[in-house]
Nanobody, 126 residues
Framework: QVQLVESGGGLVQAGGSLRLSCAAS????????MGWVRQAPGKEREFVAA????????NYTDSVKGRFTISRDNAKNSVYLQMNSLKPEDTAIYYC???????????????????WGQGTQVTVSS
């Protein structure tokens, strides 16, 4: 059974930083893109960032460019999201996601991903 387990969420003041981690089990994703999607209260899921299977290609939504960095460690079957200069509007549940199509470039729509974690809450206070 495939599982994606997120960690690293929490409460932080505006301008602060958090690092989210996602560990996959049940299968390896070394040949598939992985990413992060978030959902704020009352809003639809929003694509945040994604990274290609090799780690060389990344994709970010405009609102986080320059502040968030996605990375991966295929040996650990894990993906990470370093979030700096956090803003109150970044408050959301953050979900780890994985594509099931091998060698696919990182897609920029939440609905393009096939595997999902349970999410971790990120709250940014003003």
């Amino acid at each position: 059974q495939v599982q994606l387990v997120e960690s690293g969420g929490g409460l932080v003041q505006a301008g602060g930083s958090l690092r989210l981690s996602c560990a996959a089990s049940g299968r390896t994703f070394s040949n598939e893109a992985m990413g992060w999607v978030r959902q704020a209260p009352g809003k639809e899921r929003e694509f945040v960032a994604a990274i290609g299977w090799s780690g060389r290609i990344t994709n970010y939504t405009d609102s986080v460019k320059g502040r968030f960095t996605i990375s991966r460690d295929n040996a650990k079957n894990s993906v990470y999201l370093q979030m700096n200069s956090l803003k109150p509007e970044d408050t959301a549940i953050y979900y780890c996601a994985a594509d099931r199509t091998i060698y696919q470039s990182p897609r920029a729509r939440a609905n393009d991903y096939n595997y999902w974690g349970q999410g971790t809450q990120v709250t940014v206070s003003s």
